[in-house]
């Protein structure tokens, strides 16, 4: 079985370019296409930000994927496609996730 095309999504435009072409790569491969969006570490990187903050920027990264997942679905229908929240620093994540992948597509930001 071909190895999966891993896509990561943000709320940025670019973003969604990437999703839409990690679609079209994975349904002409025919590979299962995953869907991260990468949250900062609690401890590390917003340890200043007020009382509940965390579980707003993690409900706010559940939405990312719950609407990338859809657009995904619904551009190719009976693609395999699966979401998954990770914490991490994202350029670390997306390294490790590549060792099992046939390709790792992101977006451009800044």
Do not use: C, Y
């Amino acid at each position: 079985m071909t190895e999966p095309v891993i896509v990561g999504v943000d709320d940025s435009g670019r973003s969604l370019r990437a999703l839409m072409w990690a679609t079209h790569e994975a349904a002409v491969h025919n590979a299962a296409l995953r869907v991260v969006h990468v949250l900062p570490t609690r401890e590390h990187d917003i340890p200043f930000h007020p009382p509940g903050m965390w579980l707003s920027v993690r409900d706010h990264g559940v939405d990312i994927l719950t609407e990338a997942a859809t657009i995904a679905k619904e551009s190719r229908p009976g693609l395999d496609v699966s979401a998954e929240l990770m914490v991490g620093h994202p350029a670390a994540v997306f390294v490790d996730l590549s060792k099992q992948a046939s390709a790792v597509v992101l977006g451009a930001r800044g």
